[in-house]
Structures are given as structure tokens and as C-alpha cells.
């Protein structure tokens, strides 16, 4: 979860390594700090809080050196303050280390280096490794790292600075990304790819249980047995105007208006006339016509989109498919077996719980693809296949360009193997597909109607915010950051049948950034329960578009109204229905034939919608709080 950035070579390293810090703090945001290795040793700075504290401090304190490490921090073990901010020191301050991950027999180890006359300044998990780099080290750096990490039990990504070898950094890895960027008379070492985009392209990623040692001239890879290893150099595609903000004012509008061109590049890149295309796929089509079902394991967004996948290869290509989050999977026993194709969903492709379900799925024998975005992640070199969603970096913690990016991979596949298993013909696959290319010029549109900063997006533009500040002052105090809030005074969103998953979606993103209560249901459970907290407090949320399903929704929206909640639609534009209930406010979608497209469209006003509100609170919406990027411990 945390940030982890190193540079050596012949430029000052303070500035790059902040640089890279501030594209990597989506990954972690309690706390920052930056070693450097220069002609007095090895100089620390740390700051609780954001990293603008820290540039603040070392534009006061500049600090001199050409190799360095630095580190953006989400608390695992210990609270958010100075001491437990990362670079570690070791007793001498000698060593300096940055770590990514928890290491779960740190306790055992700690008593045992303090019984050996080790003084701790920390709580975290993390100052243990650097003590037993010291207590290995005897003039070797690479050999005393190899020696600490096989001590460890857990996930880890380390790097390390010794100040008795000024022109080298050793870093390792376990179970935590960690990539190795290649420059010219310069390397680096990173969490992940958006942190070296402005000074290469070229990365290796690294592998578990893999040791780098670098200097500014060579790059030397081992296992933790010593055994060279030859990597290989990938050429990242990605831009680095991909990791700005565009002039948008923040990351998180700028990857909503990116949605179209995205999935227009899928479509372009995945697909001739009838045929798609899934070069990097590996399973081949004889194991794939055998699948008796499919088990679609995700967390979070990615889970939401997997439930959509579930409608869509039950609808198209007719196989059983089940959803689980990858928290629970591997811990119920799953029944799953050679006749089971299991897809993960993953934005950083190292999700832990999710790799976690990967390999327990391969234990069992059962054919695993994964879905992810991120190249070489470890994901998609373990998996038996993989597609990658080339959606580029997404920097906001709060995830919307990934999203639609997984639906459009799930909806080819379905097709893919509705095509592949003969349930669905040739003539109805271009049917299929000449509807779905449609949809990015209808999510433009919706942009273009409701996605500027001045927009209000509800309605009649300037309505919206102003009512919902009318509604909700009694509840919130002025300042967002003191409100208090009342007890029922929250967001319900609805969905039946493909946008139930939508409605799950929708309450996860206003809840991600705006902290505002909220929940996703199916329609046709509303009587079983969320009924009972609908007053004139609540908002309600009701994805509405065209559908087979669109009467029993009118009659969810008249059930919310003859109790007073306020009823925010999402329908299909011209939809007088709508208008004859009584909604509030109406968003609306365009029309599109196929029903098992609305989400993509349906996407765009619920980003929306948390984007504005969480804006006229004044939250930090790129980086809300306690939550980070890339989910790497479990």
C-alpha cells in the first residue's frame, strides 16, 4: 500500500525522488520521508501528513546527495506521527530503509534484536528489517539484506541505503510490487510505474523472492540463494501526460472524461467486424469450450464489476458464473476443479487477497485469467492467461476509468466465449458488437451534458447543490471537516438486474470520498429492510434506464415518494414516467437497445454525482482518507 521510490546517479536526488513521491502517494498519504547518502552520511527527513509537509520542510532544509530513497506511508503498525514515518534508521544510524508491506513475525524478532542490545525508536514492523540488516552487515550490503529478509514471514518491498556504500541501493521483494526503472548513468527503484515515467520507460518488474542490487551504471538481480536472474526489459507504453492532471482539477474528473476513449481503444484494439481478439489469453479454446462454470473473484470496484460480468456471461454466452470478493473466497473452500475457469479482477494487478485466491484456485486445478492493467504485475504472470485493460494509470485512489475498462473486457469475453461454445451465432455477435461501439460516443455525450466543473450535474444544473445544502445544513455543521452527522440522513441507491451492481457501485464511490452514508441494494429488496429508514431525510438514488424491469422500478420510486424521499433518477432521457412520479431530479442517460450496456453509461452521473457532492464539501477527492490505491496486505 505504501509508496517506495529510489534514485542513483548523477543528478541531485531530492528533487526526483519527491517528484516520484508525488505520483505515488495515491498508494499512501499518513506520512512521507526521504533518505539521502552524501558526503555526511545518510540524512533523514520525515514528516507526518502529507507530502506538501514535507516539501515544505526540505524547501527550508534542502538536502544534498545523489542517491536517496523516499516513502510515502498508509499505517499498518503503528500510528501516524514522526517516528514511525518511514526511512528507518538502524542503532548507528548507518542504515536507512523504506518498506511496503507488514511482516507478520516481527514481534518474535524485535524481542529477540532487543535482547541483544537493539534500541527500537518505532512501533512499526518495518525498523526490525533495518536492525537486522545491521546486525548481517560485514561490509557487504547486498549479503546482509539477503541475510535479513530470510528472516521475515509476510509481505514485503524493501530498499536500503548503507552510508559506507555511497553509490549502490539494494532493494527486495516479496509478495509487494516493486519494479527496477533504467536510465542512462541512472537507475531507480519503485512501487510502481507512474514514479519513473518522467525519467524512463524502460522497467523490470521484479519477482518474489528477487534481490537488486544497483548503482548508477549496472543493475545486478540474484535470488535470495544468490543464483543470477535474467529479466526481462519491458518498454512501458504508458504517457506521462497519462499521470497529470490535464488541467482538470483533479485526477479523479480527469480519469471519468478519459472513460470513452477508453473503451473506444478496446473496441478498436480487440475486435474485427465479428472476430475478437484476446492475443495474451494463453488458454487455449479446447479447455475453454470444456469450462462448466465461471468463478469471478474481485475486491472492491473490481468486485462490482466482476457482479456485471456475471449478468453478462449468463446472458451471452450462457455459463454459470458466481461472484465472490477475494477476502472470503479462499477461506470457505470453494468448490472449484478443472472444469472451472476462475477470473480475478485486479486494477494493480497485486492485490493481495485477490493473488491469494489465484494460487489457491490454481492448487485446485482450476484455469485462472486474470483482468488487470497494470503490465507484468503478479497477476498477470501467474495467472494461466491474462488480458490487460490498457486504461492507463489511474492515480485517483477512488477508482472510475478501471471500471469501465473491466466491463468492456467482461462483455467481450462474454461474447468471446459465446462465439467460441456456440450459443451465440456469428450474425448475433456483430449485432452484439455494433451495439456496445456505439456506447463511447453516448458516454460523450453524457460528459458533455454533465461532466464540466461548473456543472451541478443534477437536472437543472444550479439546483441540485443548492437544495442539497438546504436539506443537509440542520444535519452538518459549516466546516466539513467538523460536520457531525445525523444518524438517518443518507443515500440509498437502487438497481434491478445488470445495474444492481451499479447501485453497489455508486454507494462505494460517494462513500469513498465524500464519507457520506450510504448503500447499494436490488429494488426488489427495499421491502425487506432499507424501506424502514425512508423519511423526508433520505435520498434515493434509483437507476431507472430503459429495461425489462423499468415498471417495477416506477413502482419502487411511487413506494420511496409516498413516504417522502427525495428520488434522484437515473433514466433514460425523455422518459415521461419518470416525471410523472414526482422525481426530484433527473439525469438522464441516452438510449441504447441492448440492456446489458446501460451500466457503462449508467457509470458516468453515479461518478458524477459523488465527484460534485464531495466537491461542495471540499474533501480531498484524489486522496481520501484511510483508503490507498493498491490494496497489497491482507
Known amino acids: ?54 516539501k515544505k520542510e526540505l524547501a527550508n532544509k534542502p538536502l544534498a546527495g545523489k542517491v536517496g530513497l523516499g516513502h510515502s506511508r498508509w499505517a499498518t503498525h503503528g500510528v501516524p506521527n514522526e517516528a514511525n514515518a518511514h526511512p528507518h534508521w538502524d542503532c548507528k544510524k548507518e542504515i536507512a530503509l523504506v518498506h511496503n508491506g507488514i511482516i507478520e513475525n516481527y514481534q518474535g524478532l524485535k524481542e529477540k534484536l532487543m535482547k541483544e542490545g537493539h534500541e527500537f525508536r518505532s ?30 514471514k509476510g509481505a514485503y518491498a524493501i530498499a536500503v541505503l548503507h552510508k559506507n556504500e555511497p553509490n549502490r541501493i539494494v532493494a527486495a521483494r516479496c509478495e509487494s510490487p516493486l519494479i527496477v526503472g533504467l536510465g542512462k548513468s541512472e537507475n531507480f527503484v519503485a512501487s510502481d510505474v507512474p514514479a519513473i515515467l518522467k525519467y524512463t520507460n524502460k522497467a523490470i518488474f521484479l519477482h518474489n523472492h528477487e534481490i537488486v542490487s544497483m548503482t548508477s551504471r549496472d543493475v545486478k538481480i540474484t535470488d535470495y540463494n544468490k ?233 437543472k444544473a444550479e439546483e441540485f447543490n443548492i437544495e442539497y445544502h438546504k436539506h443537509l445544513k440542520e444535519y452538518y455543521q459549516k466546516d466539513p471537516q467538523e460536520r457531525k452527522r445525523a444518524p438517518n440522513c443518507f443515500f440509498l441507491f437502487l438497481g434491478r438486474n445488470v445495474n444492481y451492481p451499479s447501485a453497489l457501485e455508486g454507494a462505494l464511490k460517494l462513500k469513498e470520498i465524500s464519507y457520506i452514508s450510504a448503500e447499494g441494494y436490488p429494488a426488489g429488496e427495499m421491502k425487506h429492510g432499507p424501506i424502514a429508514l425512508i423519511d423526508e431525510n433520505p435520498w434515493v438514488v434509483c437507476i431507472t434506464p430503459e429495461s425489462k424491469l423499468h415498471e417495477k422500478m416506477i413502482s419502487n420510486i411511487m413506494e420511496i415518494k409516498a413516504r417522502k424521499g427525495i428520488v434522484v433518477a437515473i433514466a433514460t432521457e425523455n422518459d415521461e414516467e419518470i416525471r410523472k412520479v414526482g422525481a426530484e431530479y433527473i439525469v438522464e442517460i441516452p438510449h441504447i437497445k441492448e440492456e446489458t450496456l446501460t451500466p457503462f453509461l449508467v457509470a458516468l452521473p453515479l461518478q458524477l454525482l459523488a465527484y460534485f457532492v464531495a466537491r461542495e464539501f471540499k474533501e480531498d477527492i484524489d486522496q481520501p482518507r484511510n483508503l490507498a490505491k493498491s490494496v497489497t496486505v491482507e
Open 1 to 54: 500500500m505504501c509508496g517506495i521510490i529510489g534514485y542513483v546517479g548523477k543528478r541531485e536526488a531530492a528533487e526526483i525522488i519527491l517528484e516520484g513521491l508525488s505520483r505515488l502517494e495515491y498508494r499512501g498519504y499518513d506520512s512521507a520521508g526521504i533518505a539521502m547518502l552524501n558526503d555526511s552520511g545518510i540524512e533523514v527527513v520525515k514528516k507526518p501528513g502529507k507530502l506538501t509537509i514535507l
Open 123 to 152: 512501533h512499526t514492523d518495518t525498523e526490525v528489517i533495518a536492525h537486522l540488516v545491521e546486525k548481517y552487515y560485514d561490509g557487504d550490503l547486498e549479503e546482509a539484506v539477503r541475510k535479513a529478509v530470510k528472516c521475515l
Open 227 to 459: 543464483r543470477p536472474v535474467k529479466k526481462e526489459i519491458t518498454e512501458v507504453k504508458w504517457d506521462i501526460t497519462q499521470a497529470e492532471k490535464g488541467g482538470f482539477k483533479h485526477f479523479m474528473l480527469k480519469e471519468i472524461h478519459e472513460q470513452p476513449k477508453i473503451v473506444s481503444d478496446i473496441l478498436k484494439t480487440r475486435t474485427r467486424g465479428s472476430k475478437i481478439f484476446f492475443e495474451e489469453l494463453k488458454i487455449g479454446e479446447k479447455r475453454l469450450k470444456k469450462i462448466k462454470k465461471i468463478a469471478i473473484v474481485a475486491c472492491g470496484t473490481a468486485y462490482h464489476a466482476g457482479l456485471n460480468g456475471k449478468y453478462m456471461l449468463e446472458w451471452l454466452a450462457h455459463v454459470p458464473a458466481l461472484v465472490d470478493t477475494s477476502s472470503e473466497f479462499r477461506y470457505r473452500n470453494p468448490i472449484i476443479d478443472k472444469d472451472t475457469l476462475v477470473v480475478v479482477i485486479s486494477q494493480s494487478g497485486e492485490t493481495a487477497d485477490t493473488l491469494a485466491a489465484l494460487r489457491e484456485s490454481r492448487r485446485k486445478g482450476a484455469a485462472v485469467l486474470g483482468i488487470v492493467n497494470v503490465l507484468g504485475s503478479s497477476i498477470a504472470r501467474e495467472a494461466d492467461g491474462v488480458i490487460y485493460t490498457h486504461a492507463g494509470p489511474e492515480i485517483s485512489v477512488a477508482s472510475t476509468k478501471a471500471y469501465t475498462a473491466q466491463l468492456a473486457i467482461l462483455y467481450l469475453f462474454s461474447l468471446y466465449l459465446a462465439k467460441l461454445r456456440g450459443e451465440r451465432s456469428p450474425k448475433e455477435i456483430s449485432k452484439y458488437l455494433r451495439e456496445f461501439k456505439k456506447v463511447p460516443h453516448l458516454m460523450e455525450n453524457i460528459l458533455k451534458r454533465y461532466g464540466s466543473e461548473e456543472s451541478d450535474m443534477i437536472g
